[in-house]
């Protein structure tokens, strides 16, 4: 009867391994990179731009109900900037999953750290600058990793964009006109090599 | 001869295992492992470095295994702090070639232990230039950092690396041309606390301590004129009634009632020894369960002793064990000046401490108490390093801060939390950067003059 068992357990083990295993190449092989990458832009672009319109355009600036301020946090109903809020999403992702990342870069950044670092950052996003309304893709390796990066222009939808940007003393651009490429979202994604 | 050989290798045999054993016994049943020490701990850590389970809380774990508990610990003050580098911006790939220099994404890159002969203030074992590793080129987006050397950017009053609150360019903008000390300087905080205070209780309920059990006169006056003369804080709760009463209530008897101080307290390097389980995962504040610390069995460690601080004690208090009674008394339960000097100074044998009673601020103290000033103007010891801080769950509502190293290092942390409430940004961060001045309890004026304000100002002419 034990042996019936154990036979039985092995099994049907085996059957789960070898369905995880079908499902898990499957999965793998199913999503291309890309479609991937412009899927999750997708999602970040509409949350940015709702944020920046709903939340700190019509609660903040004239309106008085909201402060967006970069240090948000020692005012009274402080609210994040929306590159802000968009990188505390990036590292809450960042915490969930390894499975991708993402970053707000620009050739004109106010914090410098935020300039492309890599080669495919500083041809991606020179790209996208001089060709509006496209997307940059390519492959890079980093620390010992092959990544699939996509680049996409990251255009400013309202007044607060390019006031914040114009205004900024850390700005090394002032002269952002709505409808402009004032930088770009950076997508990662490890692939094999 | 062989019978000789025999007996050398008996005896050599029974000497190993008898080694062994002690060896193992101290490893799997010893509370302390002096044997297994590898080297110091830092100053923060040297309380409970005989616990290893403390940190090590797998013998197979890695790096993640000691992240989680640096940050079991940890990681509830560097998000108060606003930390200025959190894991989160270097687990970006694009970071990858900054990982091969500095891991930062683990707090041991930074702060290895057990390095006695490398580890500096704040528990750091790296060389004091690393911020050249991602901010090599600072000089063209800062001129006013041309020439400056990277072993310079942790200077007092310039940067810190996890908490900048006080330092940051918009914050030191608007504290420019502030005067050294305010028209009518008070702690917002203490008098918040103070006048939130109860009344003492009209009419005291007859004590429930049981008849005959000890002398009890003296110890019921002092209750009788103490904040715990009330039918909920009566004698047997504290020692308990019928057969569970105990003329020695446990060490941390306190926690029931005053989980907010006791959980500052079991933080700081006064009360951390208590908060170490037996089963270490369990330790406080890894697991936040306060009241399962109540229970002396499931405690590893005895208390802290003055004997075991790395700092200068008074000899005869060496071998004291350091509870909640040690500052506030059993039975007078003492709050102002004796739990916030008198206690202190009743331990503490150091240059800053043993000034202290000369200094401005403990005339402050004796000037409120004559009620020239208003209440909150004093500045006590804890004033400064177990501040009043304001609840979180309940707004509005202070308490003592009981964690002595919360706002200490660096010290610019006390500058909002304490300082500012009646100086001017610059006299604070000046006399904070002055380690004689600190020493003598701030007699007198700062000889140092720190620039940042300045060059935030210099900045926005750019």
Redesign the interface.
């Known amino acids: 009867m034990k042996a019936t068992k154990l036979w039985g357990s092995l099994a049907l083990a085996g059957a789960v391994a070898l369905t995880a295993g079908c499902g898990g190449e499957e999965k793998a092989a199913g999503v291309d990179p890309q479609i991937m990458a412009d899927s999750l832009f997708a999602v970040m672009a509409s949350d940015r731009a709702n944020y920046t319109k709903l939340i700190i355009k019509r609660l903040g600036g004239e309106a008085g109900f909201i402060k967006p301020d970069?240090?948000w946090?020692?005012l009274d109903n402080g609210a994040p900037l929306p590159a802000q809020m968009f990188r505390f999403g990036?590292?809450a992702v960042?915490?969930r999953t390894d499975a991708f990342?993402y970053?707000l870069q620009s050739l004109w950044p106010i914090n410098?750290?935020n300039a492309p670092?890599?080669d495919v950052?500083k041809t991606g996003l020179q790209y996208i600058v001089d060709n509006p309304g496209k997307n940059y893709y390519g492959e890079e390796e980093?620390?010992?990793?092959k990544?699939y990066t996509a680049v996409y222009p990251d255009v400013a939808v309202a007044t607060p964009c390019v006031d914040c940007h114009n205004k900024h003393?850390?700005s090394p651009r002032t002269d952002f006109k709505i409808g402009d490429t004032m930088g770009g979202v950076?997508v990662?994604i490890?692939i094999k090599g | 001869m062989v019978k000789k050989v025999t007996l050398f290798y008996s005896l050599l045999t029974v000497a190993v295992v008898a080694l062994a054993g002690i060896w193992a016994n101290e490893l799997f049943l010893e509370p302390e492992k002096q044997t297994f020490l590898v080297g110091e701990t830092s100053h923060g850590h040297h309380q409970i470095e005989l616990a290893c389970g403390t940190c090590h809380q797998s013998p197979f774990g890695g790096g993640e295994v000691l992240q989680d508990a640096c940050m079991g610990c940890h990681a509830k003050e560097l998000k108060a702090a606003h930390d200025s580098h959190p894991k989160s911006k270097f687990t970006d790939p694009r970071n990858a070639d900054r990982l091969e220099q500095i891991d930062a994404r683990y707090c041991v890159a930074c702060h290895r232990e057990h390095q006695p002969d490398i580890t500096r203030d704040m528990g750091v074992t790296l060389a004091t230039d690393f911020c050249v590793a991602c901010h090599l080129d600072i000089a063209e987006d800062r001129p006013s950092h041309e020439g400056m050397g990277f072993d310079t950017c942790a200077s007092a009053g310039c940067h810190n690396f996890h908490d900048n609150r006080a330092l940051y360019e918009d914050f030191l903008l608007q504290h420019v041309d502030e005067p050294d000390m305010a028209a009518t300087p008070v702690i917002a905080a203490m008098q918040a606390y103070v006048n939130a205070q109860q009344p003492a209780p009209k009419q005291a309920p007859a004590p429930d301590y049981p008849e005959a059990s000890f002398q009890v006169t003296e110890i019921e006056k002092q209750w009788l004129h103490s904040a715990h003369a009330t039918e909920d804080s009566n004698c047997s709760a504290c020692h308990g009634e019928g057969e569970q009463f105990k003329a020695q209530p446990d060490a941390l008897v306190c926690v029931d009632c005053h989980q907010p101080q006791a959980a500052g307290f079991l933080i700081g390097k006064h009360g951390m020894r208590l908060a170490v389980k037996r089963e270490a995962a369990e330790s406080y504040p890894l697991n936040p369960s306060l009241k399962a610390l109540m229970q002396p069995d499931a405690r590893l460690l005895t208390p802290m002793t003055p004997a075991q601080g790395r700092l200068p004690f008074k000899a005869d208090v060496h071998g004291e064990s350091l509870t909640c009674n040690s500052c506030h008394g059993a039975h007078e339960y003492s709050l102002g000046t004796s739990a916030s000097v008198d206690a202190c100074m009743g331990c503490h044998d150091d240059g800053h401490t043993n000034q202290y009673k000369a200094s401005p601020h403990y005339a402050q103290v004796l000037r409120e108490a004559a009620g020239e000033v208003p209440a909150g103007s004093g500045v006590t010891c804890a004033t400064c390093h177990m501040p009043k801080v304001e609840s979180e769950e309940e707004p509005g509502v202070f308490h003592t801060l009981h964690n002595q190293n919360d706002n200490l290092r660096p010290n610019e942390k006390m500058v909002r939390s304490v300082c500012l409430d009646c100086h001017g940004l610059q006299f604070a961060l000046d006399s904070l950067a002055d380690p004689a001045l600190i020493d003598n309890n701030f007699q007198g004026r700062s000889k140092v003059s720190i620039e940042s304000i300045q060059m935030a100002i210099e900045r926005v002419k750019e």
């Open positions: 970069e240090h946090e020692d990036a590292e960042a915490e990342t970053s410098k750290q670092r890599t950052e980093l620390g010992g990793v990544y003393k850390d950076v990662r490890p």
